[in-house]
């Protein structure tokens, strides 16, 4: 078999899989494809399938890869010693990185290995000087540079002890009476336009350099009262004017004039209160005239209630009434009021409990309680007028008292008994205690403790007096305190005489505790002053010391800041910081004077205003000619703005257009953005097989047309799509087969 013949083979598994046909051709190498693709060899090294963990064996002209175990690399530079296994390399050990250098940091990187990056021993703080050392490590030693305390109204200051001690206050004064200066965190110093206006319309206010005025003007003005008008000021004040006229010429409102509302016009109150008239308001004058309607109820049936002459009246009717009274029959009205014929007919108060009840003289009475007593002393007997019926409840309370203290005399279930209890008792002895009941009699308890814990005192029980007898005595004793000495029992109790523990040293705090003794604490106090105010008098291991300090200090020099103790004197610091932040002064210190000076200047500035150029100081103050330089006027939807007279002049509007037909579009100056909002208009989607094209949710289509086609995949039956008509047309499909020679590679060749 010829070299070329076996090279076929080996790609002609990837041509299939690749939807190549594969065909034998007459007068060209024969492409055969072995059982599971396998690969034609004739020696070993014609094997080769790129994998270190296997070796490449040619056994019976096939070629086969069996896994080996040999040494390879996974790739990893953080491991070591890998080996194969399975087919593929498995991966040693972990590199070990580490270096004894204290200034490293050790890591491994899985492409390069072990890295060694330096450690930052910066600890952001400008009051120390930052380092490595190899063995310990990063260092932080104080030092006494010029520093910055983050305060905006401080200046001059320093380090000590690692930290940025704070310098003097700056001076804000602009020498203006018409501004409140200050200092604030953390913008520095204000100058604030104090606020002139006294809240009077009678004078005009201002400000100049003695500080603010209030002139008084004679302008008009309003006094406040409803009541007055034509106001003016005069003096600074309002002068009220004349009274106003509230009179409406109505006779029959009551005119006048009320703080804070103005003028009134009340209607004239005609109502006489009398529900027989009707009362009213005409020309000028109350009426009252007559009626004949109902008027006031007097709640009595036999009364009729009716208006008569202009007055209530109620004469009596005789109408058929109800007194409401059982105790009376034939009931009718007479002279004004309902009454009925008494009778003497059995009745019912109502009352459950009552019995035998009966009319008399017009109303019920008479009758006895009902009796609900059983006779029994441990039920609870009662008669219920709710429920209309007797109650007997089982009671549990004390019943008859047979004598007997070890026993309770109690009702249980509607009986009297008498059960033993264990309750405490006197068996008649003082010196026998926690007598109790038993069996249902009383037994003598322990004896009784007549010991009062006291070494001063001999303790016994007296059965005759009924009482513990407890006599002092002089023995011997200890009140447990070593805070005193010579103790001694007097009159039953135990005390010494207390000792003092001044070790007459200001340096120690004595005090004495009563298990232990004298104790001497030495402190920190404060001690003797030296009179240097670069030393700290301060105890120390008992002793009192006069160490040197760094103490904030003054050289008397107005022009120096931070001035600091260094070995038990005061040093000057650095120059007192005169600046004001204005560009357009300088700024000096005057020591002859002990203040800040600050001189206008014509210098170069910078007045914050785009929209001018060669910005120049001028009286203390920044400005700059005008320009006409492209500016920004802040407006998102504007486009090209310019400068012109000092301003930023807005340009054109800004283009918002998505080059979409199915969306609106315009600017949002409220969100900073283009909007651009779905529409419903006509479009076409460049798809011939589409009719009719329109916007939907921010894109074009349409439905399909029938029939229509784009290309071969959507015709049927062996039609071909003709691109001129997009329609499905009979005609011929194109297949290609392919051939592979060595020379040429692979060539299409049409289907027979």
């Not at 070629?63 to 990893?76: I, Q, V, Y």
């Not at 500035?605 to 929209?611: P, R």
């Not at 400068?643 to 800004?654: D, H, Q």
């Not at 399909?704 to 062996?718: I, K, R, W, Y």
Request: hydrophobic share 15%; aromatic share 4%; glycine share 12%.
């Amino acid at each position: 078999m010829s070299l070329t013949h076996k090279r076929v083979i080996t790609v002609a598994p990837l041509l299939i899989a690749m939807g190549i046909t594969v065909v034998s051709v007459t007068g060209l190498p024969f492409l055969g494809i072995p059982s599971a693709f396998a690969q034609y060899c004739d020696y070993d090294y014609e094997c080769e399938d790129y994998n270190g963990c296997t070796d490449n064996v040619c056994s019976a002209n096939e070629c086969t890869f069996p896994n080996n175990s040999a040494g390879c690399d996974d790739g990893n530079a953080c491991t070591s010693g890998d080996t194969c296994s399975g087919g593929s390399c498995q991966p040693g050990g972990a590199v070990d990185c580490t270096d004894s250098d204290a200034c490293t940091s050790e890591y491994c990187d899985t492409s390069y290995g072990c890295q060694y990056p330096g450690v930052n021993c910066d600890d952001s703080n400008g009051c120390t000087d930052d380092g490595c050392d190899y063995w310990s490590g990063c260092y932080h030693n104080n030092n006494t540079a010029g520093c910055e305390d983050g305060q905006a109204c401080t200046s001059g200051e320093t380090c000590s002890g690692g930290s940025c001690q704070g310098g003097g206050g700056i001076n804000c004064d602009d020498s203006n009476s018409c501004t409140d200066d200050g200092c604030s965190e953390p913008s520095g110093c204000y100058h604030n336009p104090i606020n002139c206006e006294d809240y009077n319309g009678c004078t005009d206010d201002g400000c100049d350099w003695s500080g603010c005025y209030h002139n008084a003007n004679s302008a008009g003005c309003d006094d406040g009262q409803a009541c007055t008008s034509g106001e003016t000021c005069s003096g600074g004040s309002c002068q009220g004017g004349g009274g106003i006229n509230c009179d409406d010429y109505d006779g029959c409102t009551d005119d006048g004039c009320s703080e804070p509302s103005g003028c009134y016009h009340n209607p004239v109150n005609c109502d006489d209160s009398n529900p027989c008239t009707d009362d009213g308001c005409s020309t000028g004058s109350c009426y009252h005239n007559n009626n004949s309607g109902a008027c006031t109820d007097d709640s009595n049936p036999c009364t009729d209630d009716v208006c008569d002459s202009g007055s209530c009246t109620h004469p009596a009717n005789s109408a058929g009434c109800d007194d409401g009274n059982a105790c009376t029959s034939s009931d009718a009205c007479s002279g004004g009021s309902c009454s009925g014929t008494p009778n003497s007919d059995p009745c019912d108060d109502g009352q459950y409990c009552t019995t035998g009840e009966a009319c008399n003289a017009g109303s019920c009475s008479g009758g006895s309680a009902v009796s609900c007593d059983d006779s029994n002393e441990c039920t609870n007997d009662s008669c219920n007028e709710s429920t209309d019926s007797c109650d007997y409840s089982n009671g549990t309370g004390a019943c008859t008292d047979d004598s007997n203290p070890c026993t309770d005399d109690v009702c249980s279930s509607g009986s009297c008994t008498h059960p033993n209890n264990t309750a405490a008792c006197d068996d008649g002895q003082f010196c026998t205690i926690s007598d109790v009941c038993s069996s249902g009699s009383c037994g003598g308890g322990g004896s009784r403790n007549c010991d009062d814990s006291n070494t001063c005192t001999d303790d016994s029980c007296n059965e005759t007096t009924d009482q513990c007898d407890n006599t002092p005595a002089n023995n011997a004793c200890s009140d447990g305190n070593a805070c005193t000495e010579n103790d001694a029992c007097n009159g039953g109790s135990c005390s010494g005489t207390p000792i003092s523990c001044d070790d007459s040293n200001v340096c120690t705090d004595d005090d004495c505790n009563p298990s232990t003794g004298c104790t001497h604490t030495n402190n920190y106090a404060s001690c003797t002053d030296d009179s240097n105010p670069c030393t700290s008098d301060g105890c120390e291991g008992g002793v009192c010391t006069h160490p040197n300090n760094t103490a904030p200090c003054d050289d008397g020099q107005y022009c120096t800041d931070g001035d600091a103790c260094s070995g038990g004197s005061c040093w000057s610091g650095s120059a007192r910081n005169c600046a004001d932040s204005d560009v357009c002064t300088d700024d000096s210190c005057n020591e002859g004077n002990d203040s800040c000076d600050h001189s206008y200047n014509t210098a170069a500035c910078d007045d914050g205003n785009g929209c001018t150029s060669n910005d120049v100081c001028s009286s203390g103050v920044c400005g700059g000619t005008p320009n006409s330089d492209s500016c920004n006027d802040s407006l998102y939807c504007t486009d090209g703005d310019i400068c012109s007279g000092g301003s930023c002049w807005s340009g054109s509007a800004r283009n918002c257009s998505d080059a979409n037909v199915c969306t609106d579009d315009s600017c949002n100056e409220d969100t900073d953005q283009c909007d651009h909002s779905n529409n419903a208009s006509a479009c076409d989607d460049s798809d011939a097989c589409t009719n009719p094209d329109s916007c939907s949710g921010g894109s074009c289509s349409g439905p399909p047309v029938d029939g229509c086609c784009n290309d071969d995949g959507d015709c049927a039956g062996g039609l071909i799509c003709s691109l001129s008509s997009h329609t499905c047309v009979s005609g011929k499909k194109k297949s290609f087969f392919y051939f592979f020679n060595w020379w040429d590679g692979f060539r299409p060749m049409n289907a027979l």
